[in-house]
């Protein structure tokens, strides 16, 4: 990494401590969270105490030797933000990877929350196709929300299938220990679908030092209010693993020797997950900044700190997982919630759509129930195999991820299912929707 | 003249300052960093060291740097213009602050110091008055809010001088009053309190002996919480917390709500600020926001002040329990407070407790709950703060400090399961798990069987044995499969799915259903018993869910129609219909066997 030495830099060159991931050298008149080079390495100053200051080094401090050169840059991580930053692809320290400059004004990274009172509530429906997340767990420009999934599950191109139907103004990738297949999958998908110009990368692959992660998805997110505040721009950001993200944060903690709390991730992982998620946003100029992450499980278990510290954060997860009676990848209708889709569910859709929403999913909870009747050896009554069936049709009518239709054709689909299986005191909806909308034959 | 220091130690938002004066445990102070002031609290002091942790980022900070203690604990102002505001956790008003972004080191006033109020004077001259009298009153938007003798004031004054009515700016004199020794001292619209020290202004404390309706049936009918005391909600993520407090805020039956959104989401105080100023108070028809106050600490907001929203909030709500106000506070969530709490301690190196959480965790979860409470006030009104908070228990499981800590000291118990909230029956409060220790108080048991029904009580009761029978039969049949019980389970069990489906569970986004008045949870309460009292009659197991399942939608649909209107009564009549059904299955029957 290049830096240019500029006449006020102090430069010292005797470290007094050297860990796995900090060196502590006297130093004075230094800022906190200001950025120094250690080395020709990245570094953050993470502690002061009188004259003592430790920094913690983005690449691992491998071969540092006591007399490094470390030089102070007397000002906190930026990145230069401008259109110039559209269709380009940069590293975990915002340079870009094909070399070259760009063109922009410097920004603090992480920088302040916006006022509570200068949000406006969110309230445009992103249409994505797909029935598992329109139908049962609609999305709103401005939510920040998660797929909860398995290593082995498909959420990358479930997430850059999302992202395309989106209809963004701009679509930010923030990969995060992403293997390099998934970043040229990416790139890709982007090139094929001729976005590439609407893309801005900020990518760590498994190749580079993970604790350079820390960095990336505050470089996304500064970009995201550059293009969303200033240009008034609707910009998806795509966050993309949130748990080796949480894996970095507890390598740093866990080497500064604090008192790691629950699966060793530090006490403060809450705090620093959600000052993340919260830069979702939607703002009255109509700009927004909407969040997409991932957050992988390690067998299913969302009791594992990070996804659960992500779902009091976040508006809602999407749960991705393999329906065996169908052979599909669905989004689970119990695991998964958008809390945000009410509002616009029945009101940017259809009427029936909260209650058609409801009924379907208690449908499918009755045949999980018979189901498990059927698994310990019981009898199935003739409604516990009506519902069996029903559910093997809204599996894969409805909740695989390979549907695309829009809500509409969801509702009329979820109706088709119903009249075929149930009356319409067995599915409970308002009188006035059957009426209205229940076709029977 | 102030202490000053400097500067000697930074981790995060912790900063240790060198001093030579003397400073005090939560003494504030100011980082006078660049041309910002940073406000900071002292939190620990050892030597000439003083801990503080500081309210706002400390990106920048050097050693060195001068810090200026100001003498005072956090304190808030109290005043009319409070209503309706949207604060920060310490008070900062957040429509004047500048600018889309929150910049550090900006405070603004708490209330509107240039705005005339209409007021009417209360006391006279020569009146002998404690901190706590009502003075005057001045009209704060529909409400009346009572001028008080300042809080700080101990022992007995006399009024000398007091306006006459008229239209007054908050910081003008409206009294002067002497004390014992003869010593003058002016009173404005405007005092000032600390935070973390309750206000005492009352004369009595007594049990709760009323009911707080909230129109929420599973509370009100199964569990009320009294009027004055206090609950919790705890709850996994996504379980509905966040929507059960809100529709309290929307519905209950208080005077005032303040509510203190504790780290949590900031789309969600978004929320209440876009939907309250239209949603009219269904008590006093007026507009939802005049009643309500908002201290936002969302979880993106500096860490500190997190611990300080929650106090902020509860100084409030004592201050308009002080005027006889009925106030509903709510902390969405307490969690958060707790775990700023434990970032705080790991930092300064505290030896920690269960979890990662202080030692004290426990104390001072309980010491906050006792500020809440129904009180007689000097001059013999009566005033309350109920309190409810949410608890987001890790990974769901409520064998943790927060929720155990809690249990010790809230008396209702609304925990929310994960099971009631995937199959999304809402709001998912376990009716076997969750409880009202007001229940158990006879002076509210009373209350209940006086204003609603002479069995009321026992009808509840009732209905909680319904439940647990049910659930009981159905693990019977999970086990032993449908054919493998009497009949008489699938009945059980579905009859407490009747209640389940009627009485607990209610929609939050439906109107109509939001909401249900006592009158109407008595109405609905006695339909339902007098259903499951019936004698029933099927063949088979198979007949039983269907039929049931008919008699839940024509009961629901009741909940979903204003209560008495023709649609109520029409779906009433379907109801007796498909009862008439059973009547005659069972004449037919008799009729076969005579
Ligand atoms: N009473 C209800 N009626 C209908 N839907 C509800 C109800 N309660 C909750 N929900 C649904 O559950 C979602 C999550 O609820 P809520 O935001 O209150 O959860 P929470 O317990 O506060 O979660 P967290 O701890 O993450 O903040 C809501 O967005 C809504 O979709
Ligand atoms: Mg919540």
């Given at each position: 990494m290049e830096k240019d030495t500029k006449a006020f830099q102090r430069v010292y060159t005797k470290l007094f401590q050297l860990t796995k991931a900090t060196v502590s050298l006297q130093a004075k008149g230094i800022g906190y969270d200001e950025l120094a080079i250690v080395d020709g390495r990245l570094a953050q100053v993470v502690k002061i105490m009188g004259d003592m200051v430790t920094l913690q080094i983005f690449g691992g401090t491998e071969g540092i030797a006591t007399n490094a050169e470390v030089i102070f840059a007397g000002k906190p991580p930026s990145l230069k933000v401008g259109d110039d930053l559209a269709g380009r692809f940069f590293n975990a320290y915002g340079d870009p990877m094909e070399g070259g400059e760009i063109m922009g004004e410097e920004r603090e990274i992480g920088g302040p929350s916006v006022n509570p009172v200068r949000r406006k509530q969110p309230s445009e429906f992103i249409p994505t196709g797909i029935a598992g997340i329109d139908l049962n767990n609609a999305l709103v420009t401005g939510q920040k929300i998660p797929f909860f999934a398995d290593p082995d599950q498909p959420f990358n191109q479930v997430m850059a299938m999302v992202a395309l139907r989106a209809k963004a103004d701009k679509i930010i990738l923030a990969g995060m220990g992403l293997t390099r297949d998934d970043y040229l999958y990416f790139k890709n998908v982007f090139d094929n679908a001729g976005a590439l110009d609407r893309i801005v990368g900020f990518i760590n692959t498994t190749e580079e030092p993970p604790v350079e992660r820390l960095l990336v998805p505050d470089m996304a997110l500064t970009a995201a209010e550059y293009f969303a505040v200033e240009k008034n721009e609707k910009v998806l950001v795509l966050l993309t693993d949130m748990t080796l993200y949480s894996d970095a944060l507890s390598i740093v903690s866990n080497r500064m020797d604090q008192i790691p709390s629950k699966d060793s991730m530090p006490g403060s992982l809450y705090s620093d997950l959600a000052r993340l998620y919260e830069k979702a946003v939607q703002f009255p100029d109509g700009g927004s900044i909407t969040i997409i992450a991932v957050t992988t499980l390690s067998g299913g278990d969302i009791t594992h700190a990070v996804p659960d510290n992500t779902g009091y954060i976040t508006e809602g997860q999407l749960f991705l997982r393999k329906d065996s009676d169908v052979g599909k990848v669905i989004v689970d209708p119990f695991r998964s919630l958008s809390r945000l889709k009410q509002l616009v569910i029945g009101k940017k859709t259809r009427e029936d759509h909260p209650q058609v929403m409801n009924a379907a999913v208690r449908l499918y909870a009755d045949a999980a129930n018979a189901k498990t009747k059927q698994e310990n050896g019981f009898d199935l009554t003739d409604y516990d195999e009506r519902s069996l069936e029903f559910a093997r049709g809204y599996s894969e009518k409805l909740l695989a991820i390979d549907v695309n239709i829009d809500t509409d054709a969801m509702l009329e689909t979820a109706y088709d299912l119903f009249n075929k299986h149930f009356k319409p005191e067995e599915v409970g909806i308002r009188q006035e929707f059957v009426d209205k909308y229940w076709k029977r034959n | 003249m102030n202490t000053i220091g400097k500067v000697s130690g930074i981790i995060a938002n912790l900063v240790i300052v060198e001093t030579e004066g003397t400073t005090a445990q939560n003494e504030i102070c100011f980082i006078k960093h660049g041309d910002t002031r940073l406000m900071a609290e002292v939190i620990k002091v050892v030597g000439n060291k003083s801990y503080i942790q500081v309210f706002e980022s400390t990106r920048g900070l050097k050693v060195g740097t001068e810090v200026e203690f100001m003498g005072h604990m956090l304190e808030v102002t109290l005043g009319p213009g409070i209503l309706s505001k949207n604060y920060d956790g310490l008070q900062n008003d957040l429509h004047k602050m500048e600018g889309v972004f929150l910049k550090r080191g900006q405070y603004t006033e708490a209330i509107d110091v240039d705005k005339k109020y209409e007021y009417k004077v209360l006391a006279k001259e020569g009146d002998q008055v404690v901190a706590g009298s009502w003075l005057a009153e001045v009209k704060e938007n529909w409400m009346p809010h009572k001028i008080m003798v300042p809080f700080t004031f101990k022992g007995e004054y006399t009024v000398k001088s007091i306006k006459g009515d008229g239209e007054y700016a908050p910081k003008e004199v409206i009294a002067v009053l002497t004390d014992q020794e003869g010593k003058e001292h002016k009173v404005t619209m405007v005092q000032r309190w600390p935070v973390k020290v309750p206000i005492r202004a009352y004369t009595d404390k007594p049990r709760p002996f009323k009911i707080l309706e909230t129109g929420i049936r599973v509370m009100d009918t199964l569990n009320p919480i009294a009027e004055g005391g206090t609950g919790f909600i705890p709850g996994p993520?996504?379980?509905g917390k966040t929507v059960l407090q809100h529709n309290l805020s929307k519905n209950a039956e208080a005077d005032l709500v303040i509510i203190a959104a504790c780290g949590e989401r900031a789309n969600e105080v978004v929320e209440v600020f876009t939907e309250f100023p239209e949603l009219d108070d269904p008590r006093t028809g007026r507009k939802l926001m005049e009643r309500t106050t908002i201290i936002a600490n969302t979880s993106n907001m500096p860490v500190a002040a997190r611990e300080a929203s929650v106090y902020t909030a509860m100084t409030i709500a004592e201050y308009y329990r002080a005027m006889g106000l009925k106030i509903l506070l709510l902390a969405d969530s307490t969690s958060r407070w707790a775990q700023a709490l434990r970032e705080m301690s790991n930092r300064m190196e505290e030896l920690p407790g269960p979890d990662g959480f202080p030692m004290d965790l426990s104390a001072i979860i309980a010491n906050f709950y006792a500020r809440a409470g129904f009180v007689y006030l000097p001059d013999g009104d009566t005033g309350s703060i109920t309190f409810i908070g949410t608890v987001s228990p890790a990974g769901g499981n409520l064998k943790e400090p927060v929720t155990e800590s809690t249990k010790k000291v809230a008396r209702c118990f609304y925990a929310l399961s994960q099971d009631r909230a995937d199959s999304k029956r809402?709001?998912?409060?376990d009716p076997i798990d969750s409880y009202s220790k007001y229940l158990e108080y006879p002076e509210i048991a009373e209350y209940l069987n006086k204003t609603i029904d002479e069995n009321w009580t026992s009808s509840v009761f009732k209905a909680k044995d319904i439940l647990l029978r049910g659930k009981e039969a159905y693990e019977q049949i999970n086990i032993l499969g449908d054919d493998g019980v009497p009949l008489d389970y699938h009945i059980r069990y579905w009859k407490s799915e009747l209640i389940d489906f009627v009485i607990l569970q209610q929609d939050a986004f439906d109107k109509i259903d939001a909401s249900s008045s006592l009158d109407r949870q008595y109405f609905m309460l006695h339909r339902t018993l007098g259903i499951t009292e019936r004698e029933f009659h099927f063949d088979s197991f198979e007949e039983i869910g269907p039929y049931f399942k008919r008699v839940i939608n024509a009961l629901k649909q009741m909940n979903y129609s204003n209560y008495e209107s023709d649609e109520f009564h029409k779906n009433q009549k379907e109801l007796d219909k498909i009862l008439g059904e059973q009547e005659e299955a069972k004449s037919e029957e008799e009729s076969v066997e005579a």
């Open positions: - | 993520f996504g379980s809402y709001p998912a409060i």
